[in-house]
């Protein structure tokens, strides 16, 4: 799960790049910021939560 909220952080923020820079224009839900600052979230707090403590 450590690695879904890796991709998932990743995607967030990329999706949220290219919205803000003009790079990819998207409509709808899909250009959104808040989707996309969400699912960066997410994936911060899915990945953080589900690490294994390292010996």
């Known amino acids: 799960m450590t690695f879904i909220g890796i991709i998932l952080a990743i995607v967030g ?3 949220f790049l290219a919205n803000v820079s003009g790079i990819y224009v998207m409509t709808g839900l899909a ?3 808040r989707l996309w600052g969400g699912i960066a979230i997410v994936g911060v707090i899915l990945a953080i939560l589900t690490r294994r403590a390292r010996d």
Do not use: A, R
């Open 13 to 15: 923020v990329l999706g």
């Open 31 to 33: 250009g959104d910021l």
